[in-house]
């Protein structure tokens, strides 16, 4: 048995001799039983199907596949009250857990937010920390030069003023030491 309307032939040069040719042998064999209607037609030919069983059961019409798809869908549709009750709280429950997931990810975020903010924070503190000792060790660094230039000048200052007595003392000697050899060659 085939179900289905017949497409139009397509308009050929010198088909129509066969077309008048099929169209009888498709009568014929309709007016026999041995083919309902045609399928469809693909290609230059038709698609029929024969029945070779005459049984009551096989003459029944089903109705296309589309539309069984259709009655299928609808028997199934038949739930209670308790299983949509159930497929609603189902869906709250992935809507809430999706939500905590959501909320869960941004307050990861947040805290991976702070920690930033807390490890950028610290990291200006050690800096200041780090300025405020290379600060303090440039000042030590700088008095203690300081410290130590006024403790060499005034060694140098010691030493040119005990040079200078070292010198008086010679010029005193030498003077005592001529007038000492004055008053021996006097003598």
Request: net charge positive.
């Amino acid at each position: 048995m085939v179900s289905g309307t017949q497409i139009e032939a397509r308009k050929r040069s010198g088909g129509k001799r066969r077309n008048k040719e099929s169209a009888d042998i498709l009568a014929e064999l309709q007016s026999q039983g041995i083919v309902t209607r045609p399928a469809s037609r693909f290609g230059g030919g038709l698609a029929f199907e024969v029945n070779l069983d005459s049984s009551e059961e096989n003459k029944q019409i089903r109705p296309p596949p589309r539309l069984a798809k259709l009655k299928k869908k609808k028997k199934k549709s038949k739930k209670t009250k308790e299983e949509i009750d159930a497929k609603i709280q189902a869906a709250e429950e992935r809507r809430k857990k999706k939500e905590a997931e959501m909320i869960e990810r941004l307050n990861t975020a947040k805290k991976e937010i702070q920690v930033q903010t807390a490890l950028d924070e610290s990291e200006r503190s050690q800096k200041k920390q780090l300025e405020v000792k290379i600060d303090v060790t440039q000042d030590k660094a700088a008095e203690n030069r300081k410290a130590r230039m006024e403790a060499l000048k005034e060694k140098l200052k010691q030493k040119q003023r005990h040079a200078e007595k070292v010198r008086q003392a010679k010029i005193e000697r030498m003077k005592e030491g001529k007038h000492e050899s004055e008053m021996t060659s006097e003598v």
